[in-house]
């Protein structure tokens, strides 16, 4: 039972173009999200987080949109970059109602090309 | 300041032996979760240690187990080793200030022959 669904596992947009990536989770009690960055033979880098108390969370070209209500997250990237190329996961954590472990959810990733 | 740094790179083991893999937390961190990433899945929740003690767990059998030194590095130890633990085995540090932005080693890849 997948918690946390990325359900494109890949993507190609043209360098300069808006990347969005997407993520669903069917767990209600979820309230913190992330999104990783994972270059092959690396581990898994932090890029951007929002609360549930947040619909929206900016850091320069990243944007991570949350909609509580359809229990859907979005990571949009403005402009894309050739240096974007990585695959993208989605992570929930159930911060305020878990057993205080920072134990997060991850989904399956979805690999991003940008083409130049 | 140097980064999670896990080791070592690469394993290869049959069924049935055991294996143990280690990890060196990030200067400041004091809090290790393990996660194991099979093949085309996302990375999933084993356990986590925090002041040398495990600190919640997810559904992995008993055969896999850890320890966190007062250094606050940590070893993850899997007995009775199957074909399915075949995956790469991701280390990941954290604190209390940096919460759930996990900063990951670059993993083990265990192959189980």
């Known amino acids: 039972d997948q918690q946390v669904k990325q359900n494109s596992p890949s993507l190609s947009v043209q360098e300069g173009r808006i990347s969005i990536l997407n993520c669903d989770y069917t767990?209600?009690?979820?309230?913190?999200f992330l999104w990783y960055k994972k270059y092959p033979a690396e581990g898994p880098t932090f890029l951007i987080s929002?609360?549930?108390?947040?619909d929206k969370n900016e850091d320069g070209r990243f944007t991570v949109f949350l909609n509580k209500s359809a229990k859907h997250l979005s990571l949009h990237i403005v402009p894309s970059q050739p240096g974007d190329s990585a695959v993208y996961f989605c992570a929930a954590s159930a911060r305020y109602s878990g057993a205080g472990s920072y134990q997060l959810t991850f989904g399956k990733g979805t690999k991003l090309s940008v083409i130049p | 300041e140097t980064g999670v740094t896990q080791s070592p790179t690469h394993l290869i083991k049959t069924r049935g032996q055991q294996v143990t893999l280690r990890c060196s937390s990030q200067?400041?961190?004091?809090?290790v979760s393990w996660y194991q990433q099979a093949l085309g899945q996302g990375p999933q929740f084993i356990f986590q240690?925090?002041?040398?003690?495990?600190?919640g767990r997810g559904n992995f059998p008993p055969r896999f187990s850890g320890l966190q030194f007062p250094n606050y590095s940590s070893e993850l130890n899997v007995n009775a080793l199957e074909l399915d633990d075949s995956a790469l085995y991701l280390c990941a540090s954290s604190s209390r200030q940096v919460g759930e932005k996990l900063f990951f080693g670059s993993g083990t890849q265990l192959s189980v022959l």
């Open positions: 240690y925090y002041r040398e003690e495990e600190n």
């Open positions: 929002i609360s549930s108390i947040k």
């Open positions: 200067s400041g961190h004091n809090t």
């Open positions: 767990n209600s009690m979820f309230d913190y």
